[in-house]
């Protein structure tokens, strides 16, 4: 009973927050929303605790391990075994895998394997979410490409699009995860769920965008996915995306030696000012968590790690989802299962301030108009983003025991 009250709240509060930036609440149709949720609710128990769920989680989990080893090959011979010996652990084992998976990606989408994928979905997704085809298109091509290389698949009608159907694309592509990626936060989560959060993530982005940004496509145009790769050999596009592989990886590992070395600095700041007035034991961190710890405990975390576990998620939104999966693992023997359980939900999202300046600069490049739209409403992408994080989080919180 304490499960479906916390999610009730939860569910009441992430509307509310929702409705306070609404564009539009007359155009908000409530009857896509409910739907939503239903469907969204019984996924995460398939996922999270049916036996037929969690098989097929083992089956994914299983496939990217055996994916994981290919590239290890590939990285052992590189880096002569110093994975083997514990050297460079974090790069070698979790970044590298990177240029692997991004190479595969490639290859699908070169042979138009994804494409014709992500239109089926989207088409489905459509019928359920009541939004227009794109938009069903980009939550699925979001998830596989990637959320700045999503973006080139529309530069042929980036121009033609409102601003609503903009923030929509924009915050699609911030509220999930690319698949290059997963191999890497399988390393440092439980595969189930990261599996579960992809899904969940998908659903919650439509409903929290229901809300936030309603409206209807009265004649649905015919904005098709474009060839990324038109006019490329196959060897050309192999080279891009492998390329665009390590360009993430390395751009990941920049990120993450300057944010933990910034929070550092910020811990270190926070304990030495609240040194000078005899406060003890407060840093940045855990400053961050008292602001988030509502939002934790309402989630369905147990009061008594409601704090540590609002401290990551904080960290999450200043810094990314690697730096407070890290902090995670630091403190995972101290968490209950099910505090485990909610909190990774939450971070397997691109719903960080980071993240505005890359989907901002990616739609730029193709189109500077849109980049510059996109721009001026990114803090409010990151709200709706987070808000999608939290509502994830709180269904997961609802069917974990």
């Given at each position: 009973?304490?499960?479906?009250?916390?999610?009730?709240?939860?569910?009441?509060?992430?509307?509310?927050?929702?409705?306070?930036?609404?564009?539009?609440?007359?155009?908000?149709?409530?009857?896509?929303i409910v739907q939503l949720l239903v469907i969204e609710v019984l996924l995460a128990y398939f996922f999270l605790s049916s036996e037929v769920g969690l098989g097929f989680v083992k089956g994914f989990s299983d496939f990217f391990e055996k994916l994981l080893g290919y590239a290890a090959q590939g990285t052992g011979f590189v880096f002569g075994g110093m994975s083997d010996k514990g050297l460079a652990f974090f790069f070698l084992n979790v970044l590298c895998p990177i240029v692997f998976?991004?190479?595969?990606?490639?290859?699908?989408?070169?042979?138009?394997?994804?494409?014709?994928?992500?239109?089926?979905?989207?088409?489905?997704?459509?019928?359920?979410?009541?939004?227009?085809?794109?938009?069903?298109?980009?939550?699925?091509?979001?998830?596989?490409?990637?959320?700045?290389?999503?973006?080139?698949?529309?530069?042929?009608?980036?121009?033609?699009?409102?601003?609503?159907?903009?923030?929509?694309?924009?915050?699609?592509?911030?509220?999930?995860?690319?698949?290059?990626?997963?191999?890497?936060?399988?390393?440092?989560?439980?595969?189930?769920?990261?599996?579960?959060?992809?899904?969940?993530?998908?659903?919650?982005?439509?409903?929290?965008?229901?809300?936030?940004?309603?409206?209807?496509?009265?004649?649905?145009?015919?904005?098709?996915?474009?060839?990324?790769?038109?006019?490329?050999?196959?060897?050309?596009?192999?080279?891009?995306?492998?390329?665009?592989?390590?360009?993430?990886?390395?751009?990941?590992?920049?990120?993450?030696?300057?944010?933990?070395?910034?929070?550092?600095?910020?811990?270190?700041?926070?304990?030495?000012?609240?040194?000078?007035?005899?406060?003890?034991?407060?840093?940045?961190?855990?400053?961050?968590?008292?602001?988030?710890?509502?939002?934790?405990?309402?989630?369905?975390?147990?009061?008594?790690?409601?704090?540590?576990?609002?401290?990551?998620?904080?960290?999450?939104?200043?810094?990314?989802?690697?730096?407070?999966?890290?902090?995670?693992?630091?403190?995972?023997?101290?968490?209950?299962?099910?505090?485990?359980?909610?909190?990774?939900?939450?971070?397997?999202?691109?719903?960080?301030?980071?993240?505005?300046?890359?989907?901002?600069?990616?739609?730029?490049?193709?189109?500077?108009?849109?980049?510059?739209?996109?721009?001026?409403?990114?803090?409010?992408?990151?709200?709706?983003?987070?808000?999608?994080?939290?509502?994830?989080?709180?269904?997961?919180?609802?069917?974990?025991?």
């Amino acid at each position: 009973m304490s499960r479906i009250l916390h999610f009730v709240l939860a569910l009441a509060v992430v509307t509310i927050l929702a409705l306070l930036v609404s564009r539009d609440r007359k155009n908000i149709r409530l009857r896509f929303i409910v739907q939503l949720l239903v469907i969204e609710v019984l996924l995460a128990y398939f996922f999270l605790s049916s036996e037929v769920g969690l098989g097929f989680v083992k089956g994914f989990s299983d496939f990217f391990e055996k994916l994981l080893g290919y590239a290890a090959q590939g990285t052992g011979f590189v880096f002569g075994g110093m994975s083997d010996k514990g050297l460079a652990f974090f790069f070698l084992n979790v970044l590298c895998p990177i240029v692997f998976i991004s190479a595969l990606i490639g290859i699908l989408q070169h042979i138009r394997v994804l494409p014709v994928v992500i239109r089926a979905i989207g088409t489905v997704l459509s019928k359920i979410n009541g939004m227009g085809k794109l938009e069903s298109f980009n939550a699925v091509s979001s998830l596989i490409l990637g959320q700045s290389e999503n973006f080139i698949a529309y530069k042929d009608v980036l121009g033609k699009m409102s601003e609503k159907r903009m923030y929509t694309m924009a915050a699609t592509a911030m509220s999930t995860v690319s698949m290059s990626i997963v191999g890497a936060y399988m390393t440092m989560l439980e595969p189930r769920f990261v599996v579960a959060a992809l899904i969940l993530n998908m659903f919650s982005t439509f409903i929290v965008l229901s809300l936030i940004n309603p409206y209807k496509v009265d004649s649905e145009e015919d904005l098709q996915i474009g060839n990324i790769h038109q006019g490329q050999s196959f060897f050309e596009m192999l080279g891009e995306y492998i390329l665009a592989g390590f360009k993430v990886a390395i751009i990941v590992a920049a990120m993450l030696i300057g944010f933990i070395a910034l929070i550092a600095a910020l811990n270190g700041l926070t304990e030495w000012i609240f040194t000078l007035f005899n406060v003890q034991g407060m840093s940045f961190q855990k400053l961050l968590g008292y602001v988030f710890y509502p939002f934790a405990w309402m989630m369905g975390v147990p009061s008594h790690e409601a704090l540590q576990v609002g401290s990551i998620m904080a960290t999450k939104l200043v810094s990314n989802e690697f730096v407070a999966m890290l902090d995670l693992q630091k403190v995972a023997t101290e968490l209950s299962p099910r505090g485990v359980g909610i909190l990774s939900v939450f971070l397997v999202s691109f719903a960080n301030f980071s993240s505005i300046g890359i989907v901002a600069g990616a739609i730029k490049g193709l189109n500077e108009h849109q980049g510059n739209v996109v721009s001026r409403f990114g803090l409010k992408l990151l709200y709706g983003s987070t808000l999608v994080s939290v509502l994830s989080a709180s269904i997961a919180g609802l069917v974990l025991a």
